[in-house]
């Protein structure tokens, strides 16, 4: 189970960075905040938990302002969430061959994933709302 960590947060690392070039594609860097870069990141696997952070109303998406407190909730509930898909992965890591091709596998999905929602919140009009106030992005 440790074995999976490091293929993890090295696949979260690649992940970031290419969530951060779809927002620089999009002309959307300066905007681009860490609760837009956690939306991308596991709204594929946690959507449920990302409801409070990005909500999408037509045609756009409103990023609202979340607390450190509110974060850190949400990066425990993502973990156990994560940790309960890693069990699986983690079993087929007795069986080298299989463990890699698993891992590997499920790198791809995610990473497809990651992408896909990166492209369609950077893609529409996004709206970062600070102290009340909207600032079309």
């Known amino acids: 189970m440790l074995t999976l960590l490091p293929d993890l947060v090295g696949v979260w690392k690649v992940q970031a960075q290419m969530v951060a070039d779809i927002a620089a594609?999009?002309?959307?860097?300066?905007?681009?905040?860490?609760?837009q870069m956690v939306f991308c990141l596991?709204?594929?696997?946690?959507?449920?938990?990302?409801?409070?952070v990005i909500v999408r109303e037509g045609g756009r998406y409103v990023v609202l302002p979340a607390s450190l407190r509110m974060m850190r909730s949400l990066a425990s509930k993502i973990g156990i969430k994560v940790g309960q898909r890693s069990v699986g992965k983690a079993i087929a890591r007795y069986a080298p061959l299989v463990g890699?091709?698993?891992v590997g596998a499920y790198a791809y999905y995610d990473t497809q994933k990651v992408a896909d929602t990166a492209?369609?919140?950077f893609s529409s009009v996004v709206v970062v709302q600070a102290d009340g106030l909207d600032d079309p992005a």
């Open 119 to 121: 492209v369609e919140l």
């Open 100 to 102: 890699a091709l698993g």
């Open 42 to 52: 596991f709204k594929h696997s946690a959507a449920q938990l990302l409801r409070d």
């Open 25 to 35: 594609t999009y002309g959307k860097t300066a905007t681009l905040t860490q609760e």
